[in-house]
């Protein structure tokens, strides 16, 4: 049985290769490039339909439409990948090899059934990816990170670094970015954890948003950057520029990578650098990964309060660890606890996200670094959620609640203009 499906697709891919390959003999490309883009879509969709209708293929008019669909996407689009990218509740789109395409919708993995005709034609769509945004991938560079017009982050690895033929994963982030009301819907967080968060960007406290693969940290940062006032010059870093920011005065700034020959790249430590010389009020590094987070950390301490950033970790301390590592990557001949005490000083607070086993996304901790004690960075916990189980629907049970612990930084966000009721750091009240 499978091996009779397996041969109905591979005919199929054959009957849609054949005609895509008719149809753009036929099409006038140059008159093509000159038609406003409604209009060339509408004038190629006829053309594959009486040529479709012209051959003698045994499919249904459904079949013939679905066809015609195909193809269009093929031209104009990318591929089988057009109808996963107009799916609003999908938020990855994982293609394993040619024959084998995954999604994840609420956190959950799931195969599609789709498929390419053959690894050719997936480095076919990849080539228009990457090729969009000024990149190349080839067997000299075999991995890229791109993304595509809606923002939505791209990576390709493709032989032989990828055994088994191209392997292509897209994170999408959609039309309409997830709003404070959304994460407030999704119980990501509560009222009193949104207000403190706010507050702590309003006041100028740098943030750093720590958590693993797909927990949501970029998520978070958007909704963050949307309580940055508009009269504030942005500047943002990234490796592949995903974020959102809804400010007029923004700087966007790109990392490079090397170009054929391996020369001209531009790193983000070059990039957080430069930044300086550009009088930004804050910078924004999309994820620290490597030796850029020690002029982050730098720039943290030398006027450029409300600074915000990702890392990858799976706790708050974990994350404290990993800048440190990062910071000890520029070379930098700093005792160690020279070294935390710049970290304690510049970071004021970590704001710890997850995705737990359900595939929900929440803010599992807000905490406040406090100093230096010993040769330990001091840290205490203000917001926490606690798990206690899965309930028999496999959803994760659990609730948030304030530690009873008033932050330190909150003079600060009074003399700031930012004013907190004492009463949402109570432990006894509900969260």
């Not at 479709?52 to 689009?77: D, T």
């Not at 090729?131 to 991938?137: A, F």
């Not at 974020?243 to 531009?266: C, D, F, S, W, Y």
């Amino acid at each position: 049985m499978a091996n009779l499906q397996t041969f109905e697709r591979d005919a199929y891919q054959q009957v849609k290769a054949d005609l895509h390959r008719k149809i753009l003999d036929r099409l006038d490309l140059e008159k093509l490039g000159r038609t406003a883009g409604d209009t060339a879509r509408d004038e190629v969709l006829s053309l594959i339909r009486n040529t479709v209708n012209s051959e003698a293929v045994p499919l249904s008019f459904a079949e013939r439409e679905r066809l015609a669909q195909e193809i269009l996407n093929e031209i104009f689009g990318l591929g089988p990948l057009e109808p996963l990218l107009k799916d609003p509740t999908i938020s990855d789109i994982l293609v394993n090899r040619y024959d084998r395409v995954y999604v994840e919708r609420s956190g959950k993995l799931e195969p599609t059934g789709l498929s390419f005709k053959d690894d050719a034609h997936l480095m076919q769509i990849i080539d228009r990816i990457v090729s969009r945004v000024g990149r190349r991938v080839d067997e000299s560079s075999p991995m890229v990170d791109a993304r595509l017009a809606d923002g939505s982050r791209v990576n390709a690895i493709i032989p032989p670094l990828a055994i088994d033929g191209p392997c292509l994963s897209i994170r999408r982030f959609g039309h309409d970015p997830i709003t404070a009301r959304n994460m407030l819907t999704n119980k990501s967080l509560t009222e009193p954890m949104l207000e403190l968060l706010g507050a702590m960007v309003k006041g100028r406290l740098n943030l750093l948003i720590s958590g693993g693969t797909g927990a949501g940290k970029t998520t978070v940062l958007n909704v963050l950057s949307g309580y940055i006032p508009n009269s504030e010059r942005i500047v943002t870093i990234e490796d592949a520029a995903e974020l959102q920011m809804k400010q007029e005065h923004v700087v966007r700034l790109e990392t490079r990578p090397p170009n054929i020959e391996g020369k001209g790249a531009v790193r983000q430590r070059q990039l957080v650098i430069n930044s300086l010389r550009m009088r930004p009020d804050r910078i924004i590094v999309g994820e620290v990964r490597g030796e850029e987070a020690f002029d982050m950390l730098q720039a943290m301490n030398t006027g450029h309060e409300g600074s915000m950033t990702t890392v990858h970790a799976n706790s708050q301390r974990d994350a404290l660890g990993r800048v440190e590592s990062m910071f000890s990557m520029a070379n930098v001949n700093m005792p160690e606890r020279a070294a935390r005490t710049q970290i304690a000083s510049a970071i004021h607070a970590v704001i710890q996200v997850a995705r737990l086993a359900d595939g929900t996304r929440k803010v599992t901790a807000i905490s406040e670094l406090t100093g230096v004690e010993g040769d330990i960075i001091s840290m205490q916990d203000i917001f926490v959620f606690e798990r206690k189980g899965i309930d028999e629907s496999g959803r994760v049970r659990g609730a948030f609640r304030a530690t009873g612990i008033r932050p330190k930084f909150a003079d600060r966000l009074a003399t700031a203009g930012c004013r907190l009721q004492s009463s949402i750091f109570d432990s006894r009240m509900e969260v």
